[in-house]
């Protein structure tokens, strides 16, 4: 969904190959131990509300996540085989003192509990033959971020079912967070074998996410990096074309010759996969050896994430040109780029730009400069471009701000996000443009100038990345009695009429309520409402709208900046109805217009397409129809007919967006910033739920659509 945007809201379109990133803020595995302390009186129930995954499902009603929830009517239930296991992962390693299950009659005669440091190797911390079944609370000694209950016989012909598996103990730290630097980045990499030219192993560490490395088809192959020093690695991210591996390990070497396993599975998925472990090498590969197609391996990008941290320069090198005085050849400021002056591009604003102006700039050369407010050492310079960029351009530096020196000269500029390593002194630094490559004038986001001396301005601070293991800071349960309307201290309604042409009228919570059984309803509803601020119905050009529906937000109670946020929801599903869970900027409020202010579509459904879900951001150089995203699908399901559990996961890198846990669309800012535009996701966000009635996207109802149409939220939950 969109705050106010002045352009129509389409269906995003998105390639197939798209390369998905690493997801945000990876946690370092510590070591499992069996230990012979006692368990600790002050024990936490570190479980609810965390990543779990299982053997198997029953149906889609009982997912592995419904057993940590913390919601005794909601249960994960497996298919009818032994053994079947259910794991939760805590985040970070934590001492486990004692676990409950809150079985449904589905049980376990035969089980164990079990730890992991790595989700694959497992240690058995208590185990029986002689489960009751019921309610049993177990103490058990152990030390992992892994918990498994493993069950190898059943009491029933079912399968295994929990209501609730609740994980008490002491919540581990972890001495140093996973990178979110991807360190295979441009290293040297070999491969096996390669399909032919266009295909080598460099393609796949390049960050590209239209370059990729291949294989002959043929079993075993691998593809192989050389770190360039022994790292703790901690993560890998695979980001697989079609022909993907079904079975492979994760390896790492101290001298690319003798390998250790990190990881191994025989049950790839393909797409793109996140890997927690935990080893130590120079080197690290992918050592295929089932392929899932008839062809070879195939890979996008193979990004490997380490412990360490980010040295700065030795030398102190800063940003030196933070809201520093700025001049240019031209400015804009007209209704396509208002106030879009010189000092647009000094503010650290990534959202706003400066552009040639329209009516006299769109010839070459053009140029802006900053001030440094005293001589500098100029080290490196970064340019944001905006599409209208340069393709044959210097970097210049001068004492006065008349006489130029060139250090850095290119003719083959190719936009987006350019870091350059340079070489001068001078008070000035100006981006000189000789050529364009569009018709169009100049434009940066962002001209940021690093090195010594000068008389710098500290930028402000980013927000701190989320904790780990992240905790609840924010929830609502929707427990309320039947009738009840959203909790005020909670939640504000958005009345009004709707954008992107829809022809609902949003309510002042008339259509927005709790069921008494655990959920909130936003129902839509085909009712006339008179009224000025009513839509135009595009068939009888009337302002009464014939529709009405609930929409809300935490603008005025809770805003936040990074974390995972999720919801539980039963969408709506007939034609042009518009479900939407989504954040907006919250800046939008106190002025920012729409898409300055960023926006993440965390979910959206269309009724016309019942077995897809659509995931997407927006920002001034990527929205509407252009916003950067993809659709989620389970051809042949329907997704208004159960709930799903919608996720992201957002730090100041990573956007991770995941429905019933499977993760399936990772944006990562570098690769957003040199492929669509700037991130501009680092300020605080509020939660926006409506369910909207016709609009650009989903068309109008017609004759097949059925009103009342409720969408049911059994929760919404914020953890940092």
């Known amino acids: 969904m969109t705050g106010s945007p002045p352009t129509p809201f389409a269906r995003r379109v998105s390639r197939r190959s798209i390369a998905l990133a690493v997801v945000a803020a990876l946690v370092a595995v510590l070591a499992v131990a069996v230990t012979g302390s006692p368990a600790q009186a002050a024990a936490t129930l570190l479980s609810q509300g965390k990543t779990a995954t299982a053997s198997s499902v029953e149906n889609a009603g009982a997912p592995a996540s419904a057993a940590v929830d913390g919601d005794t009517g909601t249960r994960w239930s497996s298919a009818a085989a032994d053994p079947q296991w259910l794991q939760v992962d805590l985040g970070a390693a934590a001492t486990i003192s004692q676990v409950i299950l809150n079985w449904e009659t589905a049980y376990a005669t035969a089980y164990q509990i079990q730890t992991s440091t790595d989700g694959t190797n497992w240690t058995s911390i208590r185990s029986t033959t002689t489960g009751a079944g019921g309610t049993e609370t177990l103490s058990v000694t152990g030390t992992g971020r892994y918990v498994r209950v493993y069950g190898t016989q059943r009491a029933t012909q079912y399968g295994y079912s929990l209501w609730e598996f609740q994980v008490y103990g002491t919540a581990g730290t972890a001495d140093a967070g996973c990178g979110t630097t991807n360190a295979a980045l441009n290293k040297t990499a070999t491969a096996s074998s390669t399909e032919n030219s266009g295909t080598p192993a460099s393609a796949a560490v390049d960050g590209s996410t239209g370059t990729r490395w291949s294989s002959a088809a043929a079993d075993p192959q691998w593809l192989q990096v050389d770190l360039g020093s022994s790292q703790s690695i901690c993560g890998v991210q695979l980001s697989w074309e079609t022909a993907y591996a079904t079975a492979y390990q994760i390896q790492v070497s101290t001298d690319g010759t003798n390998w250790t396993s990190v990881h191994s599975t025989t049950t790839g998925p393909g797409a793109t996969e996140l890997i927690t472990l935990s080893g130590t090498g120079r080197y690290i590969r992918m050592y295929g050896t089932q392929r899932a197609t008839q062809y070879g391996y195939s890979l996008w990008e193979f990004q490997v994430f380490t412990t360490g941290t980010t040295t700065p320069p030795s030398d102190g090198s800063v940003l030196l040109s933070y809201g520093k005085p700025a001049t240019a050849s031209t400015y804009q400021d007209s209704a396509n780029c208002s106030g879009c002056t010189p000092a647009k591009a000094f503010d650290e604003d990534p959202a706003t730009r400066w552009a040639t102006s329209d009516a006299t700039g769109w010839v070459d050369p053009g140029w802006i400069a900053v001030d440094l407010g005293a001589t500098a050492h100029i080290d490196k310079v970064v340019l944001q471009w905006d599409p209208a960029y340069a393709t044959a351009y210097q970097i210049q530096v001068s004492s006065d701000g008349t006489n130029w020196?060139?250090?850095?000269?290119?003719?083959?500029?190719?936009?987006?996000?350019?870091?350059?390593?340079?070489?001068?002194?001078?008070?000035?630094?100006?981006?000189?443009?000789?050529?364009?490559?569009?018709?169009?004038?100049?434009?940066?986001?962002?001209?940021?100038?690093?090195?010594?001396?000068?008389?710098?301005?500290?930028?402000?601070?980013?927000?701190?990345?989320?904790?780990?293991?992240?905790?609840?800071?924010?929830?609502?349960?929707?427990?309320?009695?039947?009738?009840?309307?959203?909790?005020?201290?909670?939640?504000?309604?958005?009345?009004?009429?709707g954008v992107n042409n829809e022809l609902e009228y949003y309510t002042d919570n008339k259509n927005a309520y709790q069921d008494g059984n655990g959920n909130l309803v936003l129902e839509a509803r085909k009712e006339v409402t008179p009224g000025s601020s009513c839509p135009m119905d595009p068939l009888s050009g009337s302002t009464t709208c014939q529709y009405t529906s609930g929409r809300i937000n935490t603008s005025d109670h809770f805003n936040f900046t990074y974390g995972h946020v999720e919801a539980r929801i039963k969408v709506t599903g007939t034609q042009g109805l518009w479900p939407a869970f989504w954040l907006l900027g919250s800046n939008f409020k106190t002025g920012t217009p729409w898409p300055n202010c960023g926006e993440i579509d965390i979910m959206e459904h269309v009724g016309k397409v019942a077995d897809t879900v659509y995931s997407t951001i927006h920002a001034p150089a990527y929205f509407g129809a252009a916003g950067y995203g993809l659709p989620y699908t389970v051809a042949g399901s329907d997704f208004a007919s159960a709930f799903h559990t919608y996720a992201l996961d957002w730090d100041s890198g990573h956007m991770t967006f995941s429905v019933d846990g499977n993760a399936f669309f990772t944006v990562e800012r570098s690769t957003l910033e040199q492929t669509r535009g700037p991130w501009v996701y680092d300020h605080p966000f509020y939660i926006i739920l409506n369910n909207a009635v016709g609009g650009d996207w989903p068309g109008a109802p017609d004759a097949s659509t059925v009103f009342p149409q409720k969408m049911l939220i059994d929760y919404v939950r914020v953890s940092q």
Request: overall charge negative; glycine content about 14%.
């Open 405 to 497: 020196t060139s250090i850095y000269s290119t003719t083959t500029g190719k936009g987006f996000k350019e870091t350059l390593t340079v070489d001068g002194n001078g008070r000035y630094v100006r981006m000189y443009g000789t050529a364009r490559g569009t018709a169009y004038g100049y434009s940066l986001w962002t001209f940021d100038v690093y090195g010594t001396g000068g008389n710098p301005t500290a930028p402000p601070a980013l927000p701190p990345d989320p904790g780990n293991p992240e905790h609840l800071v924010w929830s609502d349960e929707f427990n309320a009695a039947s009738g009840t309307t959203p909790d005020s201290s909670k939640w504000t309604a958005d009345a009004g009429a």
